[in-house]
């Protein structure tokens, strides 16, 4: 039998994904679901192989290169479905097998951060009217999920400086490692955005900022109180021509290429687009030490499938 | 671009899964989410093979076994999830990888084709409702998605008969092929079951008929028209040791017997369960000559991964 916390966790996952897909629903998104097995994207992917009849098949990692195709055709879209990851990673924060909050629609960098602070914020809203047992049962008043927008914007560069000001040995165009993200994450009550990424630490799709270029349009939207990422977002590029080249810059081969860019045929319209990790989510609302706890039967690196 | 018609299908499927998750969560359901990649059932799971680190698993067909934990924990739950199935067919109606509406509870087999029929019902109504423009554009009218409760009731013993009758060479014991199923399909005006089928014909974690015991509890419901199965339900064996008897019938190796038995040691009150294939929902309800059009980036036998 699972633990008394356990089934009260899984109470209020169910309702983390009702509140989310009705919040939606309610504003004009339309819900699809893009493919699983996908053909490769570059020569190591980061997620698992399958043996897909004679072929290599390899398992999602979110709805992008088949977003822009829905969005060209639906208009504002959301997917709630698994996505993999395979790295080796021992921590209490990556499930190799997890769900994902995707959205997607015709909008700018800055509208799509509107849209994701919204959506958490309703759902926080809901589980305070709605799961106070579920939550009083694991301890968490809910005051504990009072959200004020707008959220707290915390630039990059600023980040940065943070950290070098509390003493972490950090260069610009770096990426944070879970000290840094774990230590700014502690000075904030709810959450929050890091903004403005350098284009070398960030996925290739992502589009320049127009008036610095060396910073992309992307964000990570972080839990308080330690928890630390949970979700990013970003404006994505759409002419093909930049595209490629950017996949060239990462060493994509050109097989690889050109089935990515045959989804990017409809429209140069801005299209941005946000995910969250639904048990990150639960990990910071349900206040657990492991995300494994989040999930019923968890899929981490290095334990069994059961 | 996608067609007009496309669009119409994305748009109905949609509300299709808004109508049914929201039915199931108003009758006291709670959505819950199995892993995706499973460890291996039997010699030749009929699923894709992952390379999990150094391990092989298997994407999912279903909720089974963990459809148990989960109704031992959480009473009736449901989940809306992709499934596999790795067999080389070259038909309109088979997906290697297809969305799945499945619900599992405590009861017995005559209340689950209830609650089956029920959901059906409820979603053709909401369409009919709610989804009048992208209806009339695929040519439907409401009026093709009245349905009726109860759903007509054919056993697999009078199936057998009709086709007798109708000058098919079918013996007792023997499953439909896709000529006799569509066959029986065309002399039905609305979705209907066909229940009762021999156990050998089922799959064996189906629970046999105390009456008849070589009867399993189990159905399939078809939609009419000669479009066919679209689903199927069953009450499962929840006693330990008698599903490891039928494992070790179907020639299911002990190891594989360990890992699935593990998770049937919560109860043993009864369970049954139903499980609806989205994309032949779909299929019915928007009239579609083959199941590849239900989705937007069709996965099946023999095509290239775009």
């Given at each position: 039998m699972f633990s008394e916390k356990k089934i009260a966790v899984l109470r209020v996952r169910a309702l983390i994904i009702d509140a989310a897909r009705c919040w939606l629903n309610q504003n004009g998104y339309v819900e699809v679901q893009g493919p699983i097995i996908l053909p490769a994207i570059g020569d190591q992917p980061a997620s698992f192989e399958v043996k897909y009849f004679d072929k290599k098949g390899y398992l999602t990692?979110?709805?992008?290169?088949y977003a822009h195709s829905f969005v060209s055709n639906l208009g504002k879209v959301f997917t709630i479905a698994p996505a993999f990851r395979s790295e080796k990673m021992r921590t209490r924060r990556h499930l190799t097998e997890y769900w994902r909050i995707q959205v997607a629609q015709q909008c700018r960098f800055d509208d799509i951060i509107k849209v994701q602070e919204k959506l958490i914020t309703h759902v926080c809203q809901i589980l305070s009217a709605n799961a106070a047992d579920a939550l009083h049962l694991l301890n968490i008043s809910t005051d504990a999920l009072r959200v004020k927008t707008p959220f707290p914007i915390l630039t990059y560069d600023a980040a940065i400086e943070l950290l070098q000001r509390d003493g972490f040995g950090v260069w610009w165009g770096q990426n944070f490692d879970w000290g840094m993200e774990n230590h700014i994450s502690l000075s904030f009550g709810q959450p929050f955005f890091i903004t403005r990424f350098p284009v070398n630490a960030e996925t290739y799709f992502h589009r320049s900022d127009p008036e610095k270029p060396e910073l992309s349009l992307s964000a990570d939207v972080l839990a308080p109180q330690g928890y630390g990422e949970i979700g990013s977002s970003g404006e994505i590029i759409t002419e093909k021509e930049a595209l490629s080249q950017k996949m060239i810059e990462e060493n994509i081969d050109v097989a690889g290429q050109r089935w990515y860019l045959r989804h990017m045929e409809c429209n140069s319209s801005p299209q941005s687009g946000f995910a969250l990790g639904l048990e990150r989510l639960i990990q910071w609302i349900c206040r657990?030490?492991?995300?494994?706890?989040?999930?019923?039967f968890p899929r981490v690196y290095d334990s069994d499938l059961l």
């Open positions: 990692q979110g709805l992008q290169p657990l030490a492991d995300v494994k706890e989040a999930v019923a």
